[in-house]
């Protein structure tokens, strides 16, 4: 995502995060009287608030960042210690790097990252009036390039007390040990929880207001259509609109006048069937593609789990077994290794084709794939075990993952900067 596309989106987010919690900054309570306030994000979201420190003295930052969930409960908190740091804007870019990079590094896709470093978002606004400043931003648009769903807003200072305590402990009390944990630090429990009944209080009200009660009546005939429903997830929005998808793939069920498609939310949308037969058929046909990449397709659950639309099924090609070993459980045990198997078409007595054994197996959006995989037996034979993946047309050739394509991979090195002597 080039930068000024990527600069024009965090404001964008920016505003319309403010839009959605407006009936918390306009509401009866009086913020200018109370103190500063760190907001939620929103539900099936995490927030990463940033922190950082440095010090003239000993040319030593402090970076932090910590993850809390919509209800305000700290899941994850890491510090970093940097030496030899000559600038309070160095000390800034690197608890920037530290927290995307851990991001990344722990797959956590719906974040908003809340920061008091106004002047990084200035010059990720304003990219070409920064020219001395590009080069120390371009591993963070490199690291949050291909992330549709990771947003940006300014903190204010002192609702971002948290993680500026954690950095500040590095030049401050000397703790120069870098970690990730879970849960907050034991030395700030007391200030997280006060924060987090705070929140809650003005958030959701006075603990005495009374719980509006919805008869079960009022909702009744949408439980039961949703339940005869799918729920679908395009696997690289930078290629799939969400519009396209419901108008395209029920052309391509035949279905046009038996299913309406319609959009959940920034990811995900909803295909309501109105026959049983209909949507089963659909389901055998997966795995389904919109402009040659994935869209996931599962059915309706009243209360998902932490999994629900996190996976997709594809049929591999298992091939290159020797006829020797060539058994149910090996393939079972060799497939397993790409994911958990949920259908083998083989059958050791019936099947009459062996150049290839056919296997569904369960993959992870975020898992990289396996083309091959040397294996050796008991009898010290070695073999070189290829995978294809049926219908699989796009990929990232860099990481081999398959919900972004090469030039928005995240894993890509950072491209070299050459300075003038």
């Known amino acids: 995502m080039p930068p000024d596309v990527l600069v024009k989106k965090v404001w964008d987010d920016v505003q319309d995060w403010s839009v959605v919690h407006s009936k918390v900054r306009t509401g009866s309570v009086n913020f200018s009287s109370q103190v500063p306030i760190w907001l939620p994000p929103l539900q099936n979201e995490l927030k990463c608030n940033i922190g950082f420190s440095w010090s003239r003295r000993l040319s030593l930052s402090g970076a932090s960042w910590v993850v809390r969930d919509s209800l305000g409960n700290v899941l994850l908190h890491s510090r970093r210690s940097y030496s030899r740091v000559t600038s309070v804007f160095d000390a800034k870019i690197k608890s920037w790097e530290w927290a995307l990079e851990s991001m990344a590094s722990l797959q956590l896709e719906n974040v908003l990252f809340g920061a008091s470093t106004m002047d990084i978002i200035k010059a990720l606004h304003n990219p070409n009036q920064w020219p001395a400043i590009v080069s120390h931003i371009s591993p963070l648009i490199v690291l949050s390039g291909n992330k549709p769903h990771w947003f940006i807003i300014f903190e204010p200072t002192k609702s971002n007390s948290g993680a500026m305590m954690i950095a500040a402990s590095v030049t401050t009390d000397l703790r120069l040990s870098s970690y990730v944990s879970r849960w907050s630090p034991i030395w700030l429990y007391g200030f997280f929880e006060h924060e987090k009944r705070l929140v809650n209080e003005v958030l959701h009200g006075s603990r005495d207001d ?212």
């Open 210 to 421: 009374p719980v509006l009660f919805v008869p079960h009546e009022a909702y009744a005939s949408v439980v039961a259509s949703n339940r005869l429903s799918l729920i679908g997830r395009p696997l690289n929005l930078n290629e799939q609109t969400l519009r396209g998808v419901i108008q395209t793939l029920p052309r391509i069920w035949g279905l046009v006048s038996r299913v309406h498609g319609r959009i959940l939310d920034d990811r995900s949308v909803q295909f309501r069937f109105r026959y049983e037969s209909d949507l089963l058929a659909v389901l055998r046909r997966t795995p389904c593609l919109f402009n040659d990449w994935f869209v996931a397709l599962q059915r309706w659950q009243d209360f998902p789990g932490p999994d629900f639309l996190t996976f997709i099924d594809l049929w591999v090609q298992v091939r290159g077994i020797p006829l020797p070993y060539l058994s149910e459980l090996t393939v079972s045990f060799i497939a397993g290794t790409l994911g958990p198997v949920v259908e083998l078409d083989f059958n050791e007595v019936t099947s009459t084709h062996v150049a290839f054994i056919r296997v569904k197996v369960r993959i992870v959006f975020t898992d990289r794939l396996r083309f091959f995989r040397r294996v050796r037996f008991e009898s010290r034979e070695t073999a070189m075990i290829g995978f294809e993946y049926e219908r699989l047309r796009r990929i990232c050739t860099n990481c081999c993952r398959i919900n972004h394509q090469t030039e928005n991979c995240p894993f890509l090195a950072a491209p070299m900067v050459q300075h003038d002597e």
